[in-house]
């Protein structure tokens, strides 16, 4: 049996579509794509065309304008609780407290947390004496917030800030300075850092 009436075979009962391909018994058919199929190809040729004028030429879903929409909303965000909250305390804007009810309250902290270091009467122990005339990092409100805060590891000193929130550092940082900053206690430990 030659090809072509091996074709015509297998080609009977087909409609015109078959193709001249026979592989092995396996016809090609050349059908028409559903319209439905095609539209949809259309509309995405469309879309695509459309979306690449609105991002190339307007500049449309770019991230820069995004990163500019989330900063504008989180400072929106930072703004209105600031202006319910009042401005945040750090060792920027830390300022010496002078009212007794916080000076009671960072007593107690000054108790429960710094007296087995630094002594009862802040004469010092294993950290250096707070009531003598002399400071290694500062003597201000600011310089006292900051060893609080971040403390110094490299002298044993951890760090407060995830213990205390930013008010209870204020608080004890203003009780040491009041109640202890120039009084020398009797017995306190031996001068560190520079002259005040």
Not at 5 to 29: F, M, R, V
Not at 41 to 61: H, L
Request: charged share 25%; proline share 4%; with cysteine.
């Amino acid at each position: 049996m030659d090809y072509k009436n091996e074709k015509t075979e297998l080609i009977e009962g087909l409609d015109s579509n078959a193709l001249d391909h026979n592989y092995d018994g396996i016809i090609e058919l050349d059908n028409s794509l559903p319209p439905w199929w095609l539209y949809m190809f259309y509309g995405t040729i469309i879309f695509s065309i459309a979306y690449c004028i609105y991002f190339f030429a307007y500049d449309g879903f770019s991230q820069e304008k995004e990163l500019a929409r989330e900063m504008e909303a989180a400072n929106a965000q930072i703004a209105k609780f600031k202006e319910e909250n009042g401005p945040g305390i750090d060792e920027n804007t830390a300022t010496l407290l002078v009212d007794a009810t916080a000076i009671d309250a960072g007593k107690a902290i000054y108790e429960k947390n710094c007296v087995a270091c630094h002594g009862a009467n802040g004469g010092g122990g294993v950290g250096p004496n707070l009531s003598d005339d002399y400071s290694i990092h500062g003597n201000s409100i600011n310089d006292v917030f900051k060893v609080i805060k971040y403390g110094v590891p490299e002298k044993g000193m951890i760090p407060w800030e995830s213990q205390l929130t930013p008010e209870q550092i204020q608080q004890v940082a203003s009780f040491i300075l009041k109640e202890f900053a120039g009084k020398n206690v009797a017995g306190g430990k031996e001068p560190q850092g520079e002259k005040i």
